[in-house]
């Protein structure tokens, strides 16, 4: 079994380029940079002998160590305590034109003894660096097409001709400093300069006033710490440059033990990135909804015929998956780079594009000319094609299907593109009413199941899935409508797991069982508290809320029997769904 931790032991640090996990025990154990989908150069967590780290250890087997995060900020602070003696740690992503991974010890009683080990290895763990020293604490790490110049104001020495390695100690009132900051490996041949300790200090203090200011957008009744930690962590899951959100910042976190159910997330799917715009716009923060708008129509070249599931970062359309030869998380393989679902057909993610423009004339911000020709060729699209079997929301690995929520995502696109031209004096097709109302048949009737008093997965099958819960979303039915009240009471019995939720019943196809979907037990969450559920609303919140580790992250799924997180981490899916679910309790009382 690999050693490497649970995952409720580390925190994310973000400068939304590129992220980081780091562990409680001091380790950095998975790091890429510059952007959250370059090649990793510590991947030890993917691989524990192999995949490199950059750990922190103090030197007594007797420290006590707390980690959390400078308030409103994700900057991780952890306090060292043992025998008199204690410091703390602040570990971030410096934000600024460079990409700086910064950590700072700090003495606050006695003398705390640390040792740190730095072993980068670029490309997924594939690389050992060349190092070259250019003074004391100064060093190139080098390797293929990746650079890093490491500083530290604590003497470092190479070791085993790749590592770096030092011994530090720190006294009440001092500071030792560590800075790895990436450069292209063609200009590291010029020479350099590490940045000065007090430079480092202001970036510390600049970092944490960033985050703060950012927010400060968050509406004052919407301030519940828990909300914005949520916030805080979807905002670390932008790509500053394009307004890209990601998934989550790994790859290959294993959704069931040592299974296969591994994926690579660090990618910007369509449909969760407009959740995570919606949540944070309803939270007061509007300039991600209006950025990643426009990164769609970018990506897409403005035309619904071009779109595709997922995309890189930077707007790149080719991510295809390919496997490395790691160990994978405890042992659970492949570990895959890439994501194949860029090739899948999901008619859904037509119905959140254009709610997403529907919010905002919403909001006094309609589209223009050019974007109203996008979303008229959306709407074109979801008039054509809800007859067609898709892949649906869960990216379903077996044959596809005609998935009832696709069929309420496109029947909300034509819904709303209809009133957006109404509204703004376009012309809507007389196709568009005409699609629109026999897709409402279809979902109301042929998609609910009379004897069982529920909504199904998908047309001619008897399956349940948690995306019923989400029909009252698209605006199909009313959240109190008997036929929601009563799917809401099925899901719940026949999809439960100890007090949370799993996203479908029967076989998909792959080995292992996953564990229980933590946003589906925040969507039944907001089903509950919007049904005037309140009581039921607040017992499956708060056994919601016992699925968030120490730091307030949430994972992809859970291990409902031991409690450990699974899938990848932490998740902007489930975060969302929390924000979702918070404001709903709110709402609902």
């Not at 596809?400 to 703004?424: D, G, I, N």
């Not at 029967?506 to 589906?520: I, M, S, T, V, Y």
């Amino acid at each position: 079994m690999s050693p490497a931790p649970s995952l409720r032991h580390y925190g994310l640090i973000s400068d939304c380029h590129g992220a980081a996990l780091v562990s409680r025990a001091g380790g950095i154990d998975w790091c890429c940079v510059p952007r959250f989908d370059s090649g990793s150069c510590f991947a030890r967590l993917l691989d524990w002998p192999r995949g490199g780290h950059w750990s922190l250890t103090p030197r007594r087997s007797t420290v006590e160590a707390t980690m959390g995060y400078v308030e409103r900020t994700n900057v991780l602070e952890t306090t060292l305590k043992a025998r008199g003696a204690e410091a703390r740690v602040y570990d971030f992503f410096a934000i600024g034109e460079e990409r700086q991974l910064v950590r700072i010890v700090e003495g606050v009683r006695g003398t705390v003894l640390l040792d740190t080990e730095m072993c980068v290895r670029f490309d997924y763990g594939a690389v050992r660096p060349w190092l070259r020293r250019d003074g004391d604490g100064l060093f190139r790490v080098i390797g293929g097409d990746d650079g890093l110049v490491v500083a530290a104001d604590a003497p470092l020495e190479v070791r085993r001709d790749h590592d770096l390695a030092g011994e530090i100690a720190v006294r009440a009132g001092e500071r030792v400093r560590l800075v790895a900051t990436y450069g292209d490996p063609h200009r590291l041949e010029e020479p350099i300069a590490g940045p000065l300790p007090s430079e480092l200090d202001e970036r510390l203090e600049s970092t944490i006033a960033w985050w703060r200011d950012w927010a400060e957008q968050v509406h004052p009744e919407h301030r519940d710490h828990r909300v914005v930690r949520s916030a805080l962590t979807l905002r670390a899951l932008v790509y500053e440059p394009t307004g890209a959100i990601i998934a989550a910042p790994t790859t290959s976190l294993p959704e069931a033990p040592r299974g296969v159910r591994n994926w690579d997330y660090r990618y910007s799917w369509a449909r969760d990135s407009t959740f995570s715009v919606r949540a944070l716009a309803t939270l007061g923060c509007e300039t991600e909804p209006d950025r990643f708008g426009r990164f769609i129509m970018r990506s897409a070249a403005g035309h619904a015929a071009d779109m595709q599931v997922a995309y890189g970062v930077g707007g790149e359309r080719r991510i295809d998956a390919s496997e490395l030869p790691l160990r994978g998380y405890r042992g659970a393989r492949p570990v895959r780079v890439g994501n194949g679902a860029i090739r899948q057909v999901q008619h859904d993610e037509v119905g959140e594009i254009i709610g997403l423009a529907w919010r905002r004339a919403q909001q006094g911000r309609p589209p223009d000319d050019d974007e109203w020709r996008f979303l008229a060729t959306i709407a074109d699209m979801a008039a054509r094609v809800w007859r067609e079997p898709d892949r649906g929301f869960w990216e379903y690995p077996g044959e596809p299907r005609r998935f009832v929520h696709s069929t309420a995502a496109c029947w909300s696109a034509l819904h709303r593109a209809r009133e957006l031209a109404a509204a703004m004096r376009r012309r809507a097709p007389a196709r568009w009413r005409r699609e629109q109302d026999a897709a409402f048949e279809a979902v109301l009737e042929a998609g609910y199941d009379e004897g069982r008093g529920t909504f199904v997965q998908a047309f001619g099958h008897r399956a349940l899935d948690a995306t019923s819960l989400l029909l009252p979303v698209t605006g199909i039915i009313a959240w109190d409508d008997p036929r929601m009240v009563s799917t809401t009471d099925v899901l719940r019995e026949r999809l439960g797991d100890r007090g949370f939720l799993r996203r479908y019943d029967g076989d998909d196809g792959l080995p292992g069982r996953e564990g229980a979907f933590l946003a589906c037990s925040f969507w039944l969450v907001e089903c509950l508290a919007r049904q005037g559920r309140a009581r039921e609303a607040h017992q499956v919140y708060e056994r919601a809320l016992e699925a968030a580790t120490p730091l307030g992250l949430f994972s992809e799924e859970l291990n409902a029997r031991s409690g450990e997180p699974l899938g990848n981490f932490p998740q902007g899916l489930t975060h969302l769904a929390h924000i979702a679910a918070a404001l709903a309790m709110r709402d609902g009382g």
